[in-house]
């Protein structure tokens, strides 16, 4: 399996150094779905250009990353392309290896589920074999190196990628049960966005299961774990942040990172639902609907890991989702990394509500070109309308995972109490 | 023995009169200034501003009067009051009821006149910085040795001379051009003379030498009007002006006036205003600047039939500095091309490294991480 994942490598790395050096680079890393002001290369020359000029570079709103990118970049501003097509490789072969693992603890589990004879009779069909799960980690890792949007936002060099690197190390961890390594990387997602915190719930759900500590609010166990897992991660935040402190001897970064992720201040369209609603909005409210649209992104976690606790990776890959789609300046890069994971869910088809390709349709996009009203209306409309197939799709895959495991429990042909067929319907 | 006496008398009589005429030779090269000229400047329009323009058209005509000819006058008026539609005596400008005295006359040459009277146009004409397309009759072509006259009036406040209505000048941005002048040597005396409202705040800024400055009323007074004249239905001077032109109407070039007298014009008493001056920034001392140093040009000629032997040396021209002047420190022109400045370059800035405290920092968690991760017993293979 090794070697097709080279190729495929191969080939990723050989498109983005064909498009670094075509005119489309350019074109690409001024477009705001690739480039936000959290996340563009310009900003992050301009920053360290400030550096070299003795000013802080969080000095006027221009540069929002976190001091890590800067140490990073200071010594790697010249090999940038190179550093970013190595964040995508390694972002790939971490999804890699994580999906790998992964399957063979679904396979393990489906095993043990199936003597001890939970399942119903008649899901045969709907029971995952080996066979069809042995191409999906290089599925995985294809999908996300060949998408056309990993790729725009590789040769815009928008650090997304970065933060979809620091991600996926993560779900890695996570996978492999490495309590520390998970926390750590945890902790730096959550430091470069602050939005990966609820990824927290999904990967405490994991790492009990893999411990074999059942979720249950009285045992001790499970307060035991969870406490070790947030004094793991809570340090290790506080030290990152400590520790980027004493890079630029300053607190500077803290309003313009994290202040700037929670206030939204900058309203350049982008792909995202903030922009627009608070461009109309009349300065008394505008606090008031911050928090809400912030409080929409963290809201969902507690209800779906009531319902989704038996199966802490869907969660979370639907939690991923929710961030990329809600959070406050996100990018087609956000998008790339949770769509590398449909591939994991394909076996869903079956239950499928509405049948959507992995791709999306291909964003026109008219901000840079006209200046009026109608490109307003425009543009808000084609914002709403992607957010919208990205909600539906997320929702189409939740409403087929659920009614997967029904049918796994209670049989693949409903019938009702008097025999008649029956339809699942989602209440 | 009486007849040698009268014979050496006679001959120390010669030596003296030769000492005076070499005295009064040498006292030719004593003053700096070989020019006059005058800038003269009306900033407000519309025909109830018809004092304005007879302040400067008094002014003018003094200044013509004592010898200052048009080419070396920069007159600025914003508005043209003889000629205005509402002036029941077309083509005359009086300045004094009863219409005694017409101070437009026919040899009037306005050079800046109407909408050219701008606050850019103004600070041009100080500076020199003006269009190589300008007639020489708009320039102030001084140097180094003129003695400039600069009369405003019009309507102004606090720190500002309105111009035309739509804009104003600070008594910063006149600094800043008296300053520029200075330094591009363009005059070698200033006499700043504001008849507006609380004219005092525009001389509260300069900064530059060689600077004497009146105004008609202190910050926070008004400048008031003299009188109205019934039968052209317009205030027709302002009080302060009013009261220099009687006092300037009394002087001629051979006049020994000074300026101190000039600062006695108008007290409040007729002027209801506090006049003010200021003379810090001038090296001489007040009583001892003639009137005509300013407001006329006075060429020093005295004609003498015997020969002046000149000492070429001048060595007692430094030394001979009268009593009562200032001892001031030596007036030093700033550096026009800062050459030293342009040959060493500035040294390039050392670019920013993340502290070292930093790194060790970074590299130590990460090093003990992966430790803890893998177990500490793959340390004897790298060490």
Sequence with gaps: ?427 | LLFSCLVFLKGVGTVERKNLSEDQAEQFFRSGHTNNWAVLVCTSRFWFNYRHVANTLSVYRSVKRLGIPDSHIVLMLADDMACNPRNPKPATVFSHKNMELNVYGDDVEVDYRSYEVTVENFLRVLTGRIPPSTPRSKRLLSDDRSNILIYMTGHGGNGFLKFQDSEEITNVELADAFEQMWQKRRYNELLFIIDTCQGASMYERFYSPNIMALASSQVGEDSLSHQPDLGIGVHLMDRYTFYVLEFLEEIHPASQTNMNDLFQVCPRSLCVSTPGHRTDLFQRDPQNVLITDFFGSVRKVEITTETVALDPNLVGLETRVPNDEMATEPLKYAEQLPVAQIIHQKPKQKDWHPPGGFILGLWALIIMVFFKTYGIKHMKYIF
């Design chain 1, 1 to 427: 399996m090794a070697a097709p994942l080279v190729l495929g490598i191969l080939v990723a790395v050989t498109v983005r150094a064909v498009l670094y050096r075509s005119s489309l680079a350019g074109f690409i890393s001024e477009r705001v779905e690739v480039a936000s002001p959290l996340n563009a290369w310009k900003r992050v020359v301009e920053g360290l250009a400030l550096l070299d000029l003795g000013v802080s570079p969080y000095s006027g709103d221009v540069f929002h990353e976190t001091p890590l990118i800067i140490y990073l970049f200071h010594f790697l501003i010249e090999y940038s392309e190179l550093v970013f097509m190595i964040t995508d490789v390694l972002t790939a072969v971490a999804l890699y290896l994580a999906v790998q693992d992964f399957n063979k603890v679904v396979f393990k589990k489906q095993k043990l589920l199936i003597e001890l004879d939970r399942y119903a009779s008649d899901v045969a069909e709907l029971i995952r074999t080996p066979m069809e799960m042995h191409y999906i980690p290089l599925k995985v890792a294809l999908f996300y190196l060949l998408n056309p949007y990993t790729v725009m936002s590789c040769v815009a060099k928008s650090t997304c990628a970065i933060n979809n690197t620091v991600i996926a190390f993560f779900i890695l961890a996570t996978i492999k049960g490495s309590t520390l390594l998970s926390a750590i990387f945890l902790s730096i997602a959550t430091y470069q966005s602050l939005y990966p915190l609820t990824l927290f719930a999904p990967a405490l759900l994991y790492l009990l299961q893999r411990q074999f500590i059942p979720v249950k609010l009285k045992s001790k166990d499970f307060w035991l774990y969870t406490t070790q897992y947030a004094a793991l991660y809570l340090c290790s935040l506080v030290v990152i942040v400590c520790l980027s402190f004493f890079l630029l001897n300053s607190w500077d970064f803290i309003p313009s990172v994290y202040g700037f992720i929670l206030s939204v201040p900058d309203l350049t369209p982008n792909i995202g639902l903030f922009w627009y609603f608070f461009a109309e909005m009349f300065e008394h409210f505008s606090l008031f609907f911050v928090c809400v649209f912030q409080i929409n992104v963290f809201f969902y976690t507690i209800p779906l890991a009531v319902k989704l606790k038996e199966h802490p990776i869907f969660f979370l890959f639907i939690q991923l989702a929710i961030i990329s789609i809600f959070k406050s300046y996100p990018t087609v890069g956000d998008v790339a990394l949770y769509m590398a994971f449909l591939p994991l869910w394909s076996h869903l088809y079956r239950c499928k509500f509405f049948v959507f390709d992995s791709s999306h349709p291909h964003p026109h996009s008219p901000w840079g070109t006209l200046n009026s009203n109608t490109t307003d209306v425009y543009c808000v409309t084609y914002t709403l309308y992607i957010s919208l197939l990205q909600i539906l799709l997320i929702s189409d895959y939740f409403y087929a995972f659920l009614r997967r495991e029904y049918y796994l429990t209670h049989g693949l042909y409903l019938t009702r109490k008097d025999g008649t067929e029956a339809m699942l319907v989602l209440k």
